[in-house]
C-alpha cells in the first residue's frame, strides 16, 4: 500500500497531536522529577536542620547538668568552709575542742600566717594555706589518729597532713611512772580557697 499526499494530510493532526502529547508527558516527566529533587533536597534541608537542633539540645541539656553538678559542688565547698576567707579564730577553737573531747593531757599549736600556693587557676579561684605546727602529749598511739581524724572531719578548711611524729618522752628511760605521756610532732596545711581580689 502506498500512501499519498493526501493521506499524509490526513495523518498530519494525529501526529501532531502525538507528538505534543509526547512532549507533554515529557515536559510533565522533567517537572516531577525537578520538583521530586526539590523535595528531596528540602527533606535533607529540614532533616540537617533537624539534626542540628537536636545536638544544641544535647549540648544544652549537657552543659545544664554540668551547671547543676557544678552549683552542688560549689554549695559543698562553701559549707565545709574551703570557700571563703579564712576562718582562724574558729579553727583555734577546734584544736582546743578535739583536746578536750579526747581528753588529751597536753597540746600546744601554732598557725603560720596564711600564703597564697598559686595565683591563677582554670576555675578561677586562688588557694591560700594556713600551716599548723601541732604537738601533743598521747596517752597511746591511737589518740594520735583519733585527733588527726576529729580535726579532718570539723576543720572548716580542706586539712592535709604533711607529716606526724610520734615520741616516747625525752627522759623516760630515767623515769619510771605508771602515766607516761607520748609526744607527737604534726605539720598540717588547712586550704582554703576564694576568687581573687576584683572579681565577682
Not at 2 to 24: E, G, M, S, Y
Not at 51 to 72: A, P
Request: net charge positive.
Amino acid at each position: 500500500m502506498k500512501l499519498t499526499q493526501r493521506d499524509f494530510r490526513t495523518l498530519l493532526p494525529p501526529i501532531a497531536a502525538t507528538l505534543v502529547l509526547f512532549l507533554a508527558a515529557g515536559f510533565l516527566a522533567w517537572w516531577s522529577h525537578s520538583n521530586a529533587h526539590e523535595a528531596g533536597l528540602e527533606r535533607d534541608r529540614a532533616a540537617d536542620g533537624k539534626n542540628r537542633i537536636e545536638t544544641r539540645l544535647r549540648q544544652f541539656h549537657s552543659e545544664e547538668v554540668d551547671i547543676k553538678e557544678r552549683g552542688v559542688i560549689l554549695r559543698r565547698l562553701q559549707d565545709s568552709g574551703i570557700l571563703g576567707e579564712e576562718r582562724r579564730l574558729d579553727w583555734l577553737e577546734q584544736v582546743r575542742n578535739t583536746q578536750h573531747a579526747l581528753r588529751l593531757p597536753g597540746l600546744r599549736y601554732e598557725f603560720a600566717a596564711q600564703a597564697p600556693i598559686n595565683r591563677t587557676t582554670p576555675s578561677g579561684y586562688a588557694w591560700f594555706n594556713s600551716p599548723l605546727h601541732l604537738q601533743m602529749k598521747l596517752l597511746h598511739e591511737g589518740d594520735l589518729l583519733n585527733a588527726l581524724d576529729r580535726i579532718r572531719q570539723e576543720a572548716r578548711a580542706l586539712v592535709i597532713v604533711r607529716s606526724c611524729q610520734l615520741m616516747p618522752p625525752a627522759n623516760a628511760g630515767e623515769r619510771r611512772e605508771a602515766y607516761m605521756p607520748l609526744n607527737a610532732d604534726c605539720h598540717m596545711d588547712w586550704l582554703t580557697a576564694r576568687q581573687p581580689t576584683g572579681r565577682n
